[in-house]
């Protein structure tokens, strides 16, 4: 919070959701993410990643089948897997992990980096997530065959959760950080608080035939924009 002086000389409270050391050690651990180029496969959206890991502690889980996720997350409590077989076991001590520590009212969560190429182990642990209100953020790549078989899937099925019990979703530009970080930042606070899982889909916001948004270039866009980067 700051302090400024209006017209009056009366002083006028400000207000920021997010400080501006948050905003350069999201950029400082951006770029340091984006140096790892030339990927063909794998997660795409760094920017979502270094988001979901700013308010993570050592002593929380992460579970990633993409080393380049993991290698931006806290040291202790990563996991990684080459087989889908292996990934459905490592849901399952996500899922473990989280009802303890939601037992245990401990805060802590488990972060889970997947999709639907997992198939029924993926659905299943949303469901197990969403039934007990467990600590764990998901975090998913939207795509648009996904788009269209949740359509499909909701057509099928009449059935409608009660007001409250629906796993919370939230659709974010994977490759913008800042609006990446406000929805995990909520996110990681509800589970710390006991208030359930939060399902992050990443997708990209962008008009078709425009290029790719370079998420750093972005970030140093909004950080020159609020005088905290000096111009190139």
């Not at 089948?65 to 806290?74: F, I, S, T, Y």
């Not at 998913?140 to 996904?146: D, P």
């Amino acid at each position: 919070m700051s302090e400024k002086k209006n017209g009056a000389g009366e002083e006028k409270q400000e207000f920021s959701l997010i400080s501006n050391e948050t905003l350069l050690e999201l950029y400082r651990r951006l770029v340091k993410a984006s140096a790892r180029s030339g990927r063909s496969k794998g997660w795409v959206f760094d920017a979502a990643a270094v988001a979901v890991a700013q308010d993570l502690f050592a002593d929380d889980v992460v579970i990633a089948q993409d080393a380049d996720v993991l290698q931006v997350m806290p040291p202790n409590g990563r996991a990684g897997s080459e087989s889908k077989a292996q990934f459905g076991a490592e849901l399952e001590r996500a899922a473990g992990f989280a009802l303890t520590q939601k037992t245990r009212k401990s805060g802590k969560v488990a972060v889970v980096f997947g999709g639907a190429e997992h198939g029924q182990a993926w659905l299943d642990a949303l469901e197990v997530a969403r039934v007990h209100r467990l600590p764990m953020i998901f975090v998913a790549e939207l795509r648009e065959e996904v788009v269209h078989k949740r359509r499909g899937a909701r057509k099928e099925s009449g059935a409608e959760l009660e007001p409250g019990t629906e796993l919370a979703r939230i659709v974010v530009d994977g490759h913008d950080v800042v609006g990446s970080y406000r929805v995990a930042h909520e996110a990681v606070d509800r589970a710390r608080k006991g208030r359930g899982a939060t399902l992050i889909e990443c997708t990209e916001f962008r008009v078709p035939g425009q290029r790719r948004q370079n998420a750093v270039a972005a970030m140093e866009s909004y950080l020159r924009g609020k005088g905290l980067l000096k111009q190139s």
